[in-house]
């Protein structure tokens, strides 16, 4: 199993930035793909970016390609989302998420549905 810590959250102003951390627990931080999920008030909640275990692919959801970008850092076991050019449609809770996919091959990112690993979330809120 593997347990995940996010932290990076805050209020910023739009047009602004803020970087998100999660950091896993475990030894076997290389054998999962990882993700970033949002949920805003009111809404379900939904993808924001995924990577593959060696972080040799990724993917994103439309409405926030080109201002995000998913990375991770295998020796510090932590995986990061550098959020750019906020605007308010982005205030959410923010969770990373994992996905074991040892089996896939390491450029294998996977479909929302293989996530199965949460942590508990950071606020991040977009100011107009």
């Known amino acids: 199993q593997v347990q995940l810590v996010e932290s990076g959250g805050g209020l910023v102003q739009a047009g602004g930035s803020l970087r998100l951390s999660c950091a896993a627990s475990?030894?076997?931080?290389?054998?999962?793909?990882m993700g970033w999920f949002r949920q805003a008030p009111g809404k379900e909640r939904e993808f924001v970016a995924g990577?593959?275990?060696?972080?040799?692919?990724?993917n994103y959801a439309d409405s926030v390609k080109g201002r995000f970008t998913i990375s991770r850092d295998n020796a510090k076991i932590t995986v990061y989302l550098q959020m750019n050019s906020l605007n308010p449609e982005d205030t959410a809770v923010y969770y990373c998420a994992a996905a074991w996919t040892a089996t896939r091959g390491s450029y294998y990112v996977p479909r929302q549905s293989e996530y199965g690993y949460w942590g508990q979330g950071t606020q991040v809120t977009v100011s107009s």
């Open positions: 990577i593959s275990m060696n972080g040799g692919s990724t």
């Open positions: 475990g030894r076997t931080f290389n054998s999962y793909a």
